[in-house]
T-cell receptor
Framework: AQSVTQPDIHITVSEGASLELRCNYS??????LFWYVQSPGQGLQLLLK??????LVQGIKGFEAEFKRSQSSFNLRKPSVHWSDAAEYFC???????????FGIGTKLQVIP | DAEITQSPRHKITETGRQVTLACHQT?????MFWYRQDLGHGLRLIHY???????NKGEVSDGYSVSRSNTEDLPLTLESAASSQTSVYFC?????????????FGPGTRLTVL
């Protein structure tokens, strides 16, 4: 079965520290992968996406993610976190030619001064 | 600017009542989706549509229905609201085709069923 796993439900980091949010997927081929961010009371906004080519993908707001086929992972990173990055982050996967997307359960990021 | 809107943003209803949540997009996207978001479950797909008069069930479709009479709108109906349907509902849309386009999300509707 296709699935997306985000093993960390909550993460707390200090402002200025680096960040890595984990995402693992289960799918028989190379999926299309996305990271979305959701600020409180808002809808989801796309941070970045991967479907082929360079395995290191740059996104908005200084985020990047690396696709590792051998580990079935698509971890999100940011070198220096800002207080405004506090939000919930969702990893998502679109498999094959279907438009349906499977979401992980989300990781809530707290940023402390 | 093109956008996707949902109404109402907040709704309180009683068990057994019929409720309809509206979703309207002005991108002229063929694909539209309804999700519910619950703590510990992330977003789960309720129904989706790949075009006018096309509707499909998602993973949690029981108790919900949709209809697609035009490109812009995909209303979600709860036939007989249940307390288990208290949730935040998100509508999304995406263009058709083979390109890997992301889904664009509306702001959400918070539904409480008492």
């Amino acid at each position: 079965a296709q699935s997306v796993t985000q093993p960390d439900i909550h993460i707390t980091v200090s402002e200025g520290a680096s960040l890595e949010l984990r995402c693992n997927y289960s799918y028989g081929a190379t999926p299309y992968l996305f990271w979305y961010v959701q600020s409180p009371g808002q809808g989801l906004q796309l941070l970045l996406k991967y479907f082929s080519g360079d395995t290191l993908v740059q996104g908005i707001k200084g985020f990047e993610a690396e696709f590792k086929r051998s580990q079935s992972s698509f971890n999100l990173r940011k070198p220096s976190v800002h207080w405004s990055d506090a939000a919930e982050y969702f990893c998502a996967m679109r498999s094959g030619g279907y438009q349906k997307v499977t979401f992980g359960i989300g990781t809530k990021l707290q940023v402390i001064p | 600017d093109a956008e996707i809107t949902q109404s109402p943003r907040h709704k309180i209803t009683e068990t057994g009542r019929q409720v309809t949540l509206a979703c309207h997009q002005t991108w002229n996207h063929n694909n539209m989706f309804w999700y519910r978001q619950d703590l510990g479950h992330g977003l789960r797909l309720i129904h989706y549509s790949y075009g006018v008069h096309d509707t499909n069930k998602g993973e949690v479709s029981d108790g919900y229905s949709v209809s697609r009479s035009n490109t812009e709108d995909l209303p979600l109906t709860l036939e007989s609201a249940a307390s288990s349907q208290t949730s935040v509902y998100f509508c999304a849309s995406s263009p058709s085709g083979t390109s890997v386009d992301e889904q664009f999300f509306g702001p959400g509707t918070r539904l409480t069923v008492l």
